[in-house]
Antibody, heavy 121, light 108 residues
């Protein structure tokens, strides 16, 4: 059974940094691309970033490009999101999501439960 | 960026009814369209991919159709467990993949 468990969320001041982690199990981690998707309070879903199975290709939404960095450690079956220069508009639940293919961003076929990041205005 | 528009924003329906949700893309996404269900306080769950293929474990009462710019999600007979928010999502042109704003199904 696929299991994705996010951690690392919390309260951070504007301009601060945070690193999210997502521990994956139940599938061959290195075989699949992974994504981060966020949801601001009471709002819809917004794709943030994606990374290929080997980690060699990364993709970002314009809203986070240059501030966020996605990475993965396939030896630890863990996905990361380093978030710098945080803004109030980055406040959201951040979901880790598995992609059904090795590269690119397609559709999340499994989702974690999410971790809340709060940046006060 | 492809903009996904869902209608209606909210739909009030009774258990047992048949319901159809609509999703329109600002340009053709071929059949690269997924639907996700999100219950209150929970993570989303994949229902449909490739416009009409049900994901693992999804009941047959959920069906998807469409291609190009217009898509529908149909629930043939609403169960109490189906009251949730439904999001369509395109993956034809990325980055970014993009989601619609969601349709909320409420109990009438």
């Amino acid at each position: 059974e696929v299991h994705l468990l996010e951690s690392g969320g919390g309260l951070v001041q504007p301009g601060g940094s945070l690193r999210l982690s997502c521990a994956a199990s139940g599938f061959t981690f290195t075989t699949y691309a992974m994504n981060w998707v966020r949801q601001a309070p009471g709002r819809g879903l917004e794709w943030v970033s994606g990374i290929s199975g080997g980690g060699g290709s990364t993709y970002y939404a314009d809203s986070v490009k240059g501030r966020f960095t996605i990475s993965r450690d396939n030896s630890k079956n863990t996905l990361y999101l380093q978030m710098n220069s945080l803004r109030a508009e980055d406040t959201a639940v951040y979901y880790c999501a598995k992609d059904p293919r090795y590269s690119g961003s397609h559709y999340p076929d499994y989702w974690g439960r999410g971790t809340l990041v709060t940046v006060p205005s | 960026e492809i903009v996904m528009t869902q209608s209606p924003a909210t739909l009030s329906v009774s258990p047992g009814e048949r319901v159809t949700l609509s999703c329109r893309a600002s340009q053709s996404v071929n059949r690269n369209l997924a639907w996700h269900q999100q219950k209150r306080g929970q993570a989303p769950r994949l229902l449909i991919y490739g416009a009409s293929s049900r994901a693992t474990g999804i009941p047959a009462r959920f069906s998807g159709s469409g291609s190009g710019t217009d898509f529908t999600l149909t629930i043939s007979s609403l169960q109490s467990d189906d009251f949730a928010v439904y999001y369509c999502q395109q993956y034809d042109s990325w980055p970014p993949i993009t989601f619609g704003q969601g349709t909320r199904l409420e109990i009438k």
